[in-house]
């Protein structure tokens, strides 16, 4: 099969940009394909010497650069915009594909018009039909142009109308860090009227906010139901330890309505460069048990502050523990690559009590050694494979402090409205690791 290219365009300084091309020399292979990527002589001259380099460019590891990129697979960042889980899923039904490595590129080419992020593929964008015909909550058929938005009411209840109307703008969730999982999420931005439409449907100066719409699984149980309404209070529990968190989320009618911190609404609106610590730790590949130290190093490496970024870390970490989020995996955490130069961790998201789960998920990436025990980190150890370059000193010292805030656990989660039975199930652990951290010396 002979090489296939596609345009990659980088929102930035208030506009689209184009800046690179992807070329897969075995596009059968998909992903696990051999690429090039090289920067636009044009992009390249006007950014290499900036203070803004990093922020300008597609990745951490790929700064913007006159250089010819070639990898044995395509570069890690392209899998955070690729389509996948339950977006992926639509991609397939829409374009009638066999769920193989060959349907990675046409996903690529058609899913990957408004993934999160800064970054969008060219061709995707070119494929959208502006005037594609959908219906509005009524069923009456208008173009898209036209289209007065679904109220929230309509959203929740997945209307028939708007499920049809997402399935033809493609508001799936078209991949990417925060939306990767098996259940159905819609990105939708809503209008001055309250009124809700496809990323991507509305002109940008019409986009009051953006929003990352979860729902239950198709085959709802109470326990998908439990960590869907659970992860609202979640945050407001992550909130009250001083974690970076963004705004309140939305619970309503088992549907999560959660507001998107990589848009920026405005004149113009901003897009945000972000990446997952999958790509900052360049594997390009899904579902890979990372080791935590392997993170940590990645995450020290390219953050403006290492000791502060690896400290959010490895809290993050002590509450996923303490509060059974076992879905730690390594694109469930990301970065920004601000314009002022920045590389900093986004606001903490996908932070839920997945151990509740029906099909039992295990705890993904680890502290290797004896720095994890049956999925049970111990923290004074963990403090030996943290990254060279990092004060561990003042890691520690933080830590102690944060340990009293995890035996405080109990009142905060029953004050944020967390559920009784999870609260009395994850009460032993609080102690446990509260202990741990108030231990640490140093």
Not at 4 to 30: C, D, F, I, M, N
Not at 130 to 157: A, C, N, Y
Not at 227 to 239: S, T
Request: proline share 5%.
């Amino acid at each position: 099969m002979a090489a296939q290219v596609a345009t990659l365009e980088v929102y930035y300084k208030g506009r689209w940009q184009v800046a690179a091309t992807l070329s897969s020399r075995q596009p059968e292979r998909g992903y696990k394909g051999e690429s090039e990527l090289e920067y636009y002589v044009d992009f390249a001259a006007s950014h290499l010497n900036a203070p803004d380099c990093l922020a300008a460019g597609l990745s951490c590891s790929l700064p913007v650069s006159f250089e010819l990129h070639e990898r044995a697979t395509w570069p890690s960042f392209m899998l955070d915009i690729l389509p996948s889980g339950y977006g992926r899923d639509h991609w397939l039904k829409r374009l009638e594909l066999s769920n193989d490595s060959e349907a990675d590129w046409l996903l690529l080419l058609n899913g990957a018009a408004s993934p999160p992020g800064n970054i969008r593929i060219q061709e995707a964008e070119t494929a959208r039909n502006p005037q594609v015909p959908v219906p509005d909550e009524t069923g009456k058929i208008v173009s898209l142009p036209d289209h007065p938005g679904f109220d929230m009411r309509t959203v929740v209840s997945r209307q028939e109308h708007f499920i049809e109307y997402a399935f033809q703008n493609g508001a799936y969730t078209s991949g990417a860090s925060d939306v990767q999982g098996a259940a159905p999420k819609f990105m939708l931005v809503e209008d001055a009227g309250g009124r809700f439409h496809a990323e991507g449907a509305l002109p940008d100066d019409q986009v009051m906010s953006s929003w990352l719409v979860k729902f239950a699984r198709g085959k709802k149980t109470a326990a998908d139901r439990q960590v869907l309404k659970n992860e609202a209070a979640y945050m407001r529990v992550a909130k009250k330890l001083g974690l970076k968190v963004f705004k309140e989320l939305i619970w309503e009618n088992d549907t999560l309505f959660i507001p998107r911190f990589d848009r920026e609404p405005g004149q113009p609106i901003k897009r945000l460069a972000m990446e997952s610590l999958c790509s900052l730790a360049e594997i390009s590949d899904y579902g890979v048990a990372i080791p935590q130290e392997d993170l940590c190093e990645a995450l020290a490496k390219f953050s403006s502050d290492p000791t502060r970024e690896v400290l959010e870390f490895v809290k993050r970490d002590v509450v996923n523990v303490v509060m059974g989020n076992k879905d730690n995996h390594a694109r469930n955490s990301a970065v920004f690559r601000l314009e002022n130069g920045e590389v900093t961790l986004t606001p903490l998201f996908d932070f839920a009590p997945m151990y509740l789960d029906p099909e039992g998920i295990a705890r993904v990436c680890r502290w290797q050694g004896d720095a994890e025990v049956a999925g049970s980190p111990q923290w004074d150890k963990v403090m030996d494979r943290l990254p060279s370059g990092v004060d561990v000193q003042a890691i520690r010292k933080a830590l102690r402090e944060f340990g009293e805030k995890i035996g405080t656990l109990e009142k905060v989660m029953r004050e944020a409205g967390v559920d009784e039975d999870i609260i009395e199930h994850r009460k032993m652990s609080f102690a446990a690791h509260a202990d741990q951290l108030m231990s640490l010396k140093g």
